[in-house]
Protein backbone atom coordinates (compact mmCIF):
# COMPACT_ATOMS: atom_id res chain seq x y z
CA UNK A 1 0.00 0.00 0.00
CA UNK A 2 1.30 3.59 -0.59
CA UNK A 3 1.85 5.40 2.04
CA UNK A 4 0.29 8.53 0.28
CA UNK A 5 -2.79 7.57 -1.88
CA UNK A 6 -4.60 9.93 -4.36
CA UNK A 7 -6.94 9.27 -7.66
CA UNK A 8 -4.84 10.81 -10.25
CA UNK A 9 -7.77 11.80 -12.71
CA UNK A 10 -7.55 13.53 -14.71
CA UNK A 11 -10.47 15.76 -13.46
CA UNK A 12 -11.76 17.64 -16.52
CA UNK A 13 -13.99 20.79 -15.28
CA UNK A 14 -15.73 23.47 -16.85
CA UNK A 15 -14.23 27.34 -15.63
CA UNK A 16 -16.02 28.09 -12.26
CA UNK A 17 -16.96 24.60 -11.18
CA UNK A 18 -16.14 23.51 -7.85
CA UNK A 19 -13.84 20.47 -7.40
CA UNK A 20 -12.94 18.50 -4.93
CA UNK A 21 -9.60 16.13 -4.69
CA UNK A 22 -9.30 13.39 -1.52
CA UNK A 23 -6.47 12.08 0.04
CA UNK A 24 -5.63 9.11 2.29
CA UNK A 25 -2.05 8.64 4.41
CA UNK A 26 -1.20 5.09 5.63
CA UNK A 27 1.02 6.48 8.70
CA UNK A 28 -0.87 7.35 11.27
CA UNK A 29 2.18 9.11 12.89
CA UNK A 30 1.73 11.73 10.47
CA UNK A 31 2.48 14.79 11.97
CA UNK A 32 2.13 17.92 9.19
CA UNK A 33 -0.02 17.84 6.08
CA UNK A 34 0.42 19.96 2.89
CA UNK A 35 -1.17 20.35 -0.88
CA UNK A 36 1.10 21.51 -2.92
CA UNK A 37 0.37 22.28 -6.98
CA UNK A 38 2.91 21.35 -9.74
CA UNK A 39 2.82 22.80 -13.04
CA UNK A 40 3.89 20.50 -16.13
CA UNK A 41 7.92 20.23 -15.67
CA UNK A 42 8.06 22.63 -12.84
CA UNK A 43 8.90 22.13 -9.43
CA UNK A 44 6.33 21.67 -6.66
CA UNK A 45 5.24 24.81 -5.33
CA UNK A 46 3.10 24.92 -1.62
CA UNK A 47 -0.44 25.72 -2.12
CA UNK A 48 -1.22 25.69 1.65
CA UNK A 49 -0.93 23.67 4.60
CA UNK A 50 -3.99 21.39 6.30
CA UNK A 51 -4.81 21.71 9.66
CA UNK A 52 -7.28 19.57 11.77
CA UNK A 53 -9.71 22.09 11.72
CA UNK A 54 -9.81 23.32 8.10
CA UNK A 55 -8.43 26.00 6.63
CA UNK A 56 -9.43 28.13 3.62
CA UNK A 57 -7.21 29.97 1.14
CA UNK A 58 -9.52 32.30 -0.92
CA UNK A 59 -11.00 29.88 -3.43
CA UNK A 60 -9.37 26.76 -1.58
CA UNK A 61 -10.23 24.96 1.38
CA UNK A 62 -8.54 22.21 3.02
CA UNK A 63 -9.29 19.85 5.58
CA UNK A 64 -7.69 17.05 7.24
CA UNK A 65 -9.52 14.04 9.10
CA UNK A 66 -6.97 12.36 11.30
CA UNK A 67 -9.25 9.55 12.35
CA UNK A 68 -10.04 8.34 9.13
CA UNK A 69 -6.40 9.40 7.87
CA UNK A 70 -7.87 11.47 5.43
CA UNK A 71 -7.29 14.77 3.40
CA UNK A 72 -9.24 16.88 1.06
CA UNK A 73 -8.82 20.01 -1.07
CA UNK A 74 -12.24 21.57 -2.43
CA UNK A 75 -11.65 24.67 -5.04
CA UNK A 76 -14.74 26.69 -5.76
CA UNK A 77 -15.07 28.90 -9.21
CA UNK A 78 -12.50 26.96 -10.79
CA UNK A 79 -10.16 29.43 -13.24
CA UNK A 80 -8.10 28.35 -16.19
CA UNK A 81 -5.24 28.91 -14.51
CA UNK A 82 -5.93 26.15 -11.71
CA UNK A 83 -5.20 23.25 -14.72
CA UNK A 84 -1.97 21.43 -12.82
CA UNK A 85 -1.04 18.78 -10.52
CA UNK A 86 -2.17 18.90 -7.05
CA UNK A 87 -0.20 16.84 -4.75
CA UNK A 88 -1.06 15.71 -1.22
CA UNK A 89 1.50 15.85 1.11
CA UNK A 90 2.66 14.32 4.17
CA UNK A 91 5.70 14.91 6.39
CA UNK A 92 5.57 11.34 8.45
CA UNK A 93 8.55 11.95 11.23
CA UNK A 94 9.21 15.56 12.52
CA UNK A 95 12.59 14.02 12.76
CA UNK A 96 13.05 13.38 9.43
CA UNK A 97 11.85 16.27 8.25
CA UNK A 98 11.85 15.01 4.71
CA UNK A 99 8.04 14.89 2.79
CA UNK A 100 6.11 11.83 1.74
CA UNK A 101 4.61 12.51 -1.63
CA UNK A 102 1.17 11.39 -3.41
CA UNK A 103 1.32 10.73 -7.21
CA UNK A 104 -0.43 13.66 -7.86
CA UNK A 105 -4.45 14.74 -8.82
CA UNK A 106 -4.36 16.25 -12.38
CA UNK A 107 -7.13 18.78 -12.88
CA UNK A 108 -8.24 20.31 -15.92
CA UNK A 109 -10.06 23.32 -16.15
CA UNK A 110 -11.68 24.11 -19.73
CA UNK A 111 -13.07 27.24 -21.14
CA UNK B 1 9.33 33.35 0.82
CA UNK B 2 12.21 31.78 0.69
CA UNK B 3 14.43 31.04 -2.24
CA UNK B 4 16.05 27.30 -3.47
CA UNK B 5 18.16 27.24 -6.76
CA UNK B 6 19.34 24.65 -8.74
CA UNK B 7 21.80 24.72 -11.32
CA UNK B 8 21.95 23.51 -14.05
CA UNK B 9 18.12 23.25 -15.16
CA UNK B 10 18.51 20.99 -17.71
CA UNK B 11 21.53 18.66 -18.62
CA UNK B 12 22.17 16.52 -21.25
CA UNK B 13 25.30 13.72 -21.11
CA UNK B 14 26.17 10.84 -23.06
CA UNK B 15 26.33 7.79 -20.76
CA UNK B 16 29.40 7.02 -18.64
CA UNK B 17 29.92 10.64 -18.39
CA UNK B 18 29.15 12.04 -14.43
CA UNK B 19 27.10 15.25 -14.07
CA UNK B 20 26.82 17.46 -11.21
CA UNK B 21 23.43 19.48 -9.85
CA UNK B 22 24.22 22.37 -7.03
CA UNK B 23 21.36 23.31 -4.89
CA UNK B 24 21.76 26.52 -3.22
CA UNK B 25 19.42 28.30 -0.27
CA UNK B 26 19.44 31.46 -1.69
CA UNK B 27 18.28 33.82 1.68
CA UNK B 28 18.63 31.47 4.47
CA UNK B 29 20.73 29.06 6.22
CA UNK B 30 19.66 25.07 5.62
CA UNK B 31 21.44 22.31 7.82
CA UNK B 32 19.39 19.66 6.02
CA UNK B 33 18.30 19.71 2.70
CA UNK B 34 16.53 16.97 0.59
CA UNK B 35 17.13 15.31 -3.02
CA UNK B 36 14.45 13.85 -4.49
CA UNK B 37 13.89 12.38 -8.15
CA UNK B 38 10.62 12.45 -10.85
CA UNK B 39 10.00 9.87 -12.95
CA UNK B 40 7.92 11.01 -15.84
CA UNK B 41 3.99 10.61 -14.30
CA UNK B 42 5.32 9.60 -11.43
CA UNK B 43 5.31 11.02 -7.50
CA UNK B 44 8.70 12.51 -6.13
CA UNK B 45 11.06 9.81 -4.66
CA UNK B 46 12.82 10.96 -1.62
CA UNK B 47 16.84 9.75 -2.71
CA UNK B 48 18.87 11.13 0.33
CA UNK B 49 18.68 13.58 3.16
CA UNK B 50 21.72 15.94 2.78
CA UNK B 51 23.02 17.06 5.91
CA UNK B 52 25.64 19.84 6.31
CA UNK B 53 28.91 18.94 7.85
CA UNK B 54 28.30 14.89 8.13
CA UNK B 55 27.21 12.25 5.34
CA UNK B 56 23.81 12.04 3.58
CA UNK B 57 21.30 9.57 4.64
CA UNK B 58 20.07 7.58 1.63
CA UNK B 59 16.72 5.79 1.08
CA UNK B 60 16.63 2.07 0.35
CA UNK B 61 17.26 1.36 -2.75
CA UNK B 62 19.57 4.58 -3.91
CA UNK B 63 22.71 3.82 -4.08
CA UNK B 64 25.25 5.75 -2.15
CA UNK B 65 28.39 5.22 -4.87
CA UNK B 66 25.97 6.50 -7.63
CA UNK B 67 24.64 9.33 -6.12
CA UNK B 68 27.17 11.19 -4.30
CA UNK B 69 25.74 14.04 -2.24
CA UNK B 70 28.26 17.21 -0.35
CA UNK B 71 26.51 19.25 1.64
CA UNK B 72 29.36 21.22 2.36
CA UNK B 73 27.98 24.56 3.76
CA UNK B 74 24.66 25.66 5.25
CA UNK B 75 23.43 27.34 2.10
CA UNK B 76 25.12 24.50 -0.88
CA UNK B 77 24.22 21.06 -1.45
CA UNK B 78 25.58 19.36 -4.20
CA UNK B 79 24.59 16.06 -6.25
CA UNK B 80 26.38 14.34 -8.35
CA UNK B 81 25.32 11.72 -10.60
CA UNK B 82 28.20 8.88 -11.53
CA UNK B 83 28.69 7.07 -14.32
CA UNK B 84 25.01 7.92 -15.83
CA UNK B 85 23.12 5.71 -17.80
CA UNK B 86 19.76 6.21 -19.79
CA UNK B 87 17.85 4.97 -16.70
CA UNK B 88 19.25 8.10 -14.55
CA UNK B 89 17.14 10.50 -17.10
CA UNK B 90 14.70 11.94 -14.43
CA UNK B 91 14.08 15.74 -13.43
CA UNK B 92 15.76 15.49 -9.92
CA UNK B 93 14.46 18.08 -7.56
CA UNK B 94 16.26 19.54 -4.51
CA UNK B 95 14.69 21.72 -1.06
CA UNK B 96 15.04 22.46 2.08
CA UNK B 97 13.62 23.13 5.42
CA UNK B 98 13.81 27.11 6.34
CA UNK B 99 13.65 26.25 10.08
CA UNK B 100 14.53 23.97 12.49
CA UNK B 101 11.47 22.02 13.34
CA UNK B 102 10.22 19.12 11.61
CA UNK B 103 7.12 21.11 10.46
CA UNK B 104 8.45 24.10 8.80
CA UNK B 105 7.53 24.75 4.92
CA UNK B 106 10.20 22.94 2.59
CA UNK B 107 10.78 25.05 -0.73
CA UNK B 108 11.80 23.62 -3.59
CA UNK B 109 14.67 24.60 -5.89
CA UNK B 110 13.21 24.32 -10.02
CA UNK B 111 14.54 21.29 -10.59
CA UNK B 112 17.19 19.86 -12.93
CA UNK B 113 16.35 17.71 -15.95
CA UNK B 114 18.72 15.33 -16.87
CA UNK B 115 18.63 13.22 -19.97
CA UNK B 116 21.46 10.21 -20.68
CA UNK B 117 21.95 9.31 -24.21
Known amino acids: RKEVEQDPGPFNVPEGATVAFNCTYSNSASQSFFWYRQDCRKEPKLLMS???SGNEDGRFTAQLNRASQYISLLIRDSKLSDSATYLCVVNGDTGRRALTFGSGTRLQVQP | GAVVSQHPSRVICKSGTSVKIECRSLDFQATTMFWYRQFPKQSLMLMAT?????????EQGVEKDKFLINHASLTLSTLTVTSAHPEDSSFYIC?????????????FGPGTRLTVL
Open chain 2, 95 to 107: SANQGARGTDTQY
Open chain 1, 50 to 52: VYS
Open chain 2, 50 to 58: SNEGSKATY
